[in-house]
T-cell receptor, first 109, second 115 residues
Framework: LAKTTQPISMDSYEGQEVNITCSHN???????ITWYQQFPSQGPRFIIQ???TKVTNEVASLFIPADRKSSTLSLPRVSLSDTAVYYC??????????FGKGNQVVVIP | DAGVIQSPRHEVTEMGQEVTLRCKPI?????LFWYRQTMMRGLELLIY????????DSGMPEDRFSAKMPNASFSTLKIQPSEPRDSAVYFC?????????????FGPGTRLTVL
C-alpha cells in the first residue's frame, strides 16, 4: 500500500478556502487518490477521487501535480459544518485502503 | 435505501464476554468491509469480503476476532473473549463494485466498551 502523510490538524476561519495537502511519494501507476470526510459520531463518506490533474465536484476540488506524489483537496468557502476529519487514501481500485488518522480540520467562526 | 445498517449502536460488556456486531450492507453491494477506529490508531481495516468470500483478513488483530458473511445481506464480527483494549468504534462499509469509481458507504458504527 502506498503510504500517505497528512498534517494532523489545521484551523480555518469560516468563509475561507481551505487547502488540505497529502503526500504520497510511493504512489503506484495504477493507484487512484481518494478523499473521505468524517463528521463526529459518523462513518466516513466519500468526497472526491482523481488520478491526475484536476477533478471538481459540487463539494470540493482535487489538484494532482504531474508527478502525482502529492495532492491537495480544496474546500471553497468553508462553513462551521465543514469541521471534520479528512482522509487522503491511495490505492488501486478502492480496495484495501489505509485510512489512518486523517487531518482534523476545525472551522472557526 | 436505508444505507448500511449496524447493530447494536452501543455495546457495553465485561472483559471475557463474547461480543457480536452485526451489519447489513446496502442491497446490491457485493463488497463489505469491517473497520475499527481508535484515537491511538485511527481507522483500521480489519477484513473485507467480495461476494460473501473473505478476501483479506490481514487486519484482524488476533484469533479472538472472527468475521462471517453467510449471505449477501448480512455479516457479523465476533470478539471472543473480549478485552478492554478492544474498546473502539467498529464500522461496517459496503461497496457496489470493484475498481475506481466505486466508493465505500459506511454505516453509523458500533461503539464498543469493554470494562
Amino acid at each position: 500500500l502506498a503510504k500517505t502523510t497528512q498534517p494532523i490538524s489545521m484551523d480555518s476561519y469560516e468563509g475561507q478556502e481551505v487547502n488540505i495537502t497529502c503526500s504520497h511519494n510511493n504512489i503506484a501507476t495504477n493507484d487512484y487518490i481518494t478523499w473521505y470526510q468524517q463528521f463526529p459520531s459518523q462513518g466516513p463518506r466519500f468526497i472526491i477521487q482523481g488520478y491526475k490533474t484536476k477533478v471538481t465536484n459540487e463539494v470540493a476540488s482535487l489538484f494532482i501535480p504531474a508527478d502525482r506524489k502529492s495532492s491537495t483537496l480544496s474546500l471553497p468557502r468553508v462553513s462551521l459544518s465543514d469541521t471534520a476529519v479528512y482522509y487522503c487514501l491511495v490505492g488501486e481500485g478502492n480496495n484495501r485502503l489505509a485510512f489512518g488518522k486523517g487531518n482534523q480540520v476545525v472551522v472557526i467562526p | 435505501d436505508a444505507g448500511v445498517i449496524q447493530s447494536p449502536r452501543h455495546e457495553v460488556t465485561e472483559m471475557g464476554q463474547e461480543v457480536t456486531l452485526r451489519c447489513k450492507p446496502i442491497s446490491g453491494h457485493n463488497s463489505l468491509f469491517w473497520y475499527r477506529q481508535t484515537m491511538m490508531r485511527g481507522l483500521e481495516l480489519l477484513i473485507y469480503f467480495n461476494n460473501n468470500v473473505p478476501i483479506d483478513d490481514s487486519g484482524m488483530p488476533e484469533d479472538r476476532f472472527s468475521a462471517k458473511m453467510p449471505n449477501a445481506s448480512f455479516s457479523t464480527l465476533k470478539i471472543q473473549p473480549s478485552e478492554p483494549r478492544d474498546s473502539a468504534v467498529y464500522f461496517c462499509a459496503s461497496r457496489e463494485g470493484q475498481g475506481p469509481g466505486y466508493e465505500q458507504f459506511f454505516g453509523p458504527g458500533t461503539r464498543l466498551t469493554v470494562l
